[in-house]
């Protein structure tokens, strides 16, 4: 009975050695007596117990690593804590089992080299704004090296840099002294530009000052000279019109008619206007230009 039970568990054991089942996205190793034989990947597969064995056991899906934080220093000589994170995946099960005893601590150590030796060639300003083009000279410097050990590096992040407390402070001060520079800036931009402003409403004011002054000017002399014009135009028909009127029947004794009524008005007023008066025409005018009336009154009447 014992050697009955003993041959059953013997039997189990061997068929579950002897028929193994590979997960998706993995790929096991098979040694034939310690040396390499094949490799397995998805699905149900016979390995013959003791003779075979599955050696090594790899995932292909992509790994994240993550990279412990490590002391770096800028080119000039400041000193940064670092750490990041490293994305692989195995392509080839063969070399990485063969390849190297341990390829994640190994490609983890060989990304923090890289990333020190980057660091150095840069300054402490660029670390934050070259912080992506570090990230791909670690990614393909670490690649071409894992490439014998069956690695493919898809990518590395760094995830933080930390700085000395001193350092820190520095770099607040100095941010706060351009938060100010730029709000002065801002400000003095903004002044200058009502200035600017002010100054070209007042110009534009004066241009259409001087713009309705000068349309003014041009408007009063344009009148000017229209009245000038109907002046003209009419003393032009008046003077027609006594030239008509003189060559008309006794036009010409309605002319000196006319001169006289004028020369009396105006003697008139000049008599009315002074205490002494002296008469501007000798006496034997007066009586030519009485002469010179009465026909003419005479004439009128009949």
């Given at each position: 009975m014992f050697l009955s039970f003993l041959l059953a568990i013997v039997v189990i054991y061997i068929l579950i050695k002897t028929f193994v089942i590979v997960p998706q996205e993995n790929a096991w190793v098979i040694e034939n007596l310690g040396k390499y034989k094949k490799t397995l990947g998805p699905g149900l597969h016979i390995v013959i117990p003791v003779i075979q064995k599955v050696a090594y056991k790899h995932t292909l899906k992509e790994e994240v690593i993550d990279v412990p934080p490590q002391i770096c220093i800028t080119k000039d000589n400041v000193q940064?804590?670092?750490?990041?994170?490293?994305?692989?995946?195995?392509?080839?099960?063969?070399?990485?089992?063969?390849?190297?005893?341990?390829?994640?601590?190994?490609?983890?150590?060989?990304?923090?080299?890289?990333?020190?030796?980057?660091?150095?060639?840069?300054?402490?300003?660029?670390?934050?704004?070259?912080?992506?083009?570090?990230?791909?000279?670690?990614?393909?410097?670490?690649?071409?090296?894992?490439?014998?050990?069956?690695?493919?590096?898809?990518?590395?992040?760094?995830?933080?840099?930390?700085?000395?407390?001193?350092?820190?402070?520095?770099?607040?001060?100095?941010?706060?002294?351009?938060?100010?520079?730029?709000?002065?800036?801002?400000?003095?931009?903004?002044?200058?530009?009502?200035?600017?402003?002010?100054?070209?409403?007042?110009?534009?004011?004066?241009?259409?000052?001087?713009?309705?002054?000068?349309?003014?000017?041009?408007?009063?002399?344009?009148?000017?000279?229209?009245?000038?014009?109907?002046v003209a135009q009419a003393q032009s028909e008046g003077l027609k019109i006594v030239g008509e009127a003189i060559n008309k029947t006794n036009g010409k004794t309605a002319m000196q008619m006319r001169i006289v009524q004028q020369y009396i008005g105006e003697l008139e007023t000049i008599i009315s206007n002074s205490e002494t008066t002296v008469l501007p025409l000798p006496e034997a005018e007066l009586n030519s230009i009485l002469q010179t009336i009465l026909p003419a009154i005479k004439g009128g009447k009949n």
């Open positions: 940064l804590k670092i750490d990041g994170i490293l994305y692989l995946k195995v392509m080839d099960p063969n070399k990485a089992s063969y390849g190297i005893d341990n390829y994640r601590f190994a490609t983890a150590q060989l990304a923090q080299t890289t990333l020190r030796s980057e660091i150095g060639k840069i300054s402490l300003d660029k670390t934050f704004s070259e912080r992506e083009d570090i990230n791909a000279a670690v990614v393909k410097s670490v690649d071409i090296a894992s490439d014998p050990w069956g690695i493919k590096v898809t990518r590395y992040e760094i995830k933080d840099i930390d700085p000395p407390i001193t350092i820190q402070n520095a770099m607040e001060q100095q941010m706060t002294a351009e938060r100010e520079k730029r709000a002065d800036i801002l400000e003095s931009d903004g002044i200058k530009k009502a200035q600017i402003n002010q100054s070209m409403g007042e110009k534009q004011e004066a241009i259409n000052y001087s713009l309705g002054e000068k349309q003014s000017k041009v408007n009063r002399a344009v009148g000017k000279a229209k009245a000038i014009e109907i």
